[in-house]
Structure formats: C-alpha cells, structure tokens
C-alpha cells in the first residue's frame, strides 16, 4: 500500500484496489487526483499480475466531482489551453477491468467517473448526480454522452438539466449500477467480484471487455462481426483449451493466462 497518497494503491491477489484519498474535499478530482490516478492505472495495465482493478473513495465519498475551487477562476481559454482533465479520457484505454465501488457521495466528475469504468457497484446510500448545471457549467467528462446511452436521453435530460441528486436504487433500476450492497459490505463485495473476474482467463476477459463497450461504438452488423472475430482469436489461447478440457474432466479450470 502506497501510504499519504492523494490515491492510494494496493494489491490483493490478482486485484489492484484504488482509493481516491481526499477526505477532507470528499475526494474532489483535482489534477494531482487525475494524474496519479491516471499513472497507476497505466501501471496496473501493464502488469501481467493484475487482471482486475476496483476504484473507490474513501471516507464520506467516491467524489464529489471535479474540484470547483481549482477549476472556479480558470478562463475558458486556460480551460481549452490546458485541456483541463484531458487525462481522464486514458481511463477508456485501459483494457483491465475496472469496477467503481461507489459510496456515498459520486457527483459530477465523481458521476462520470464511475461510468467510465467498466461497471459500477454501490451502497445502499451512495448518491449520484450531475449537479453541474447549478455551477453554470454543464457535464465536461463525458456525463451527457455516457450517462444518456446508459439510462435513455429522457432520463438523462432530466438529470443533467435538474442537477439533482438520485439513489443507488435509483441508478441501479436505469442500468447504471449493476449492483447494490449494504454500505457496510461494498467494499469487501467488490472485490469478491473483482477476485471472481480475475480468476478466469485474461485474454478472455480483457476481449470480452472489449466486445461489450465496442457495442457502444458500432453498428449492430459491426459489433456482431467484431464479437465473432475476437471469440474465433480466442481458441489460439491455452485457457480456452483448459476451460473446455476442465468441463469434460468435472473438474475447476486451472486458467493460466496463456
Ligand atoms: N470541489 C471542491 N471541494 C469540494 C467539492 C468539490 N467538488 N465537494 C466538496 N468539497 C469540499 C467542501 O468545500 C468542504 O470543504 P471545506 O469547506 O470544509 O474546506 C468539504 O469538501 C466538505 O464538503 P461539505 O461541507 O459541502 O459537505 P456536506 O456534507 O455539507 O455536502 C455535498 C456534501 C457533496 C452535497 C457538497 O459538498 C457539494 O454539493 N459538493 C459539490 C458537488 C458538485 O457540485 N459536484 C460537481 C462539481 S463540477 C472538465 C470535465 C469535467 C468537469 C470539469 C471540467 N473538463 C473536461 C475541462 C467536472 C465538473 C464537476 O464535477
């Protein structure tokens, strides 16, 4: 464990968990957040013993959004200059899982976030939103484009132009939160479901990661030519020759990543 970090990094098993550390803002994402975040998660990628990552918050809070005291006096042309948060979009490119363990508090950038990673579990009291438009800004990473494929552009309408904040019940009932669990729990929950991820094979999962969000992307006709190229890929794999054999024998399969 990395220890007075903004975000902290461990590794449990095959399972890299980290943990925006900004208690006292309710882990704003200011651009040191975005930084290390964006670097450890690089990191863990690239590691051939890690196979699945969870993000969370701690304390109070996922994130409560990007932080509105660093961005509050930045002109528009020092916003586009930088590219301010530009290095959230690598989150995208990483082709690790990635679960968002959500409690308490994910709004605006925290929102995004949480939607950019492959899924999102939540406590029972975990409050998303995307307030944006009480700030006079409105969503900038990602929030209008991701949050209406998941819930429909009615919903989303709603949401982004009410700002208002909705429930883990709520997000689960519009497909944004796969799943819910006792406050609690949802940390030790995730990362059985990481552990479980983890535990089949790489290069079956990473492809499967990439077969469901290139369905976002393309055509029907392009996504079911692009799922079938990939599942023909993977009988070049040892695991597949394991998994299938493992069936016959009635016994666990021993994936090895190859
Ligand atoms: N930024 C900075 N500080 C924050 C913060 C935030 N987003 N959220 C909370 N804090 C700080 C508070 O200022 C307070 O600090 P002190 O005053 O004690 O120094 C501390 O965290 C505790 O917060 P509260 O005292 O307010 O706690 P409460 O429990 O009373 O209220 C709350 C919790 C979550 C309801 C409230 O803190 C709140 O409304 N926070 C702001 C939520 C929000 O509006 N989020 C959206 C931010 S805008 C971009 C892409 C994306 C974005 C920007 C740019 N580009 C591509 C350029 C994203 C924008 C956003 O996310």
């Known amino acids: 464990m990395t220890e007075n970090?903004?975000?902290l990094s461990e590794v449990k098993g095959r399972v890299a968990l980290l943990t925006i550390n900004r208690p006292e803002a309710l882990n704003a994402l200011n651009i040191a957040v975005q930084k290390k975040m964006v670097?450890?998660?690089k990191q863990h990628d690239q590691d051939s013993n890690i196979s699945c990552i969870v993000i969370t918050g701690s304390a109070k809070a996922f994130a409560a959004g990007a932080d509105i005291k660093e961005m509050a006096n930045k002109?528009?042309?020092?916003?586009?200059?930088?590219?301010?948060?530009?290095g959230w979009r690598e989150v995208s490119t990483i082709r690790t899982p990635i679960i968002a363990a959500v409690s308490g508090y994910a709004?605006?950038?925290g929102c995004e976030l949480a939607m950019a990673c492959d899924l999102v579990v939540a406590g029972e009291s975990a409050k998303f939103g995307q307030p944006e438009i009480k700030l006079g800004i409105m969503p900038g990473m990602g929030g209008s484009q991701r949050l209406t494929k998941l819930v429909g552009r009615s919903k989303a309408m709603e949401l982004i132009l009410t700002g208002r904040n909705f429930t883990a019940a709520e997000a689960e009932a519009m497909g944004l939160v796969a799943r819910i669990f006792p406050d609690a729990e949802l940390?030790?929950?995730?990362?059985?479901?990481?552990?479980?991820?983890?535990?089949?094979?790489?290069h079956a999962v990473r492809a499967a990661k990439e077969a469901v969000n290139r369905a976002e992307e393309v055509s029907l006709h392009e996504g079911l030519l692009f799922e079938r190229r990939l599942f023909h890929a993977l009988f070049a794999t040892h695991d597949q020759k394991e998994g299938m054999a493992a069936f016959s024998e009635k016994r666990t399969a021993k994936f090895t990543n190859s």
């Open 5 to 7: 970090s903004i975000v």
């Open 39 to 41: 670097e450890l998660l």
């Open 75 to 86: 002109s528009a042309s020092e916003m586009a200059e930088l590219d301010f948060f530009a």
């Open 107 to 109: 709004l605006g950038g």
């Open 187 to 202: 940390l030790d929950k995730a990362m059985e479901l990481a552990s479980t991820i983890a535990g089949y094979g790489k």
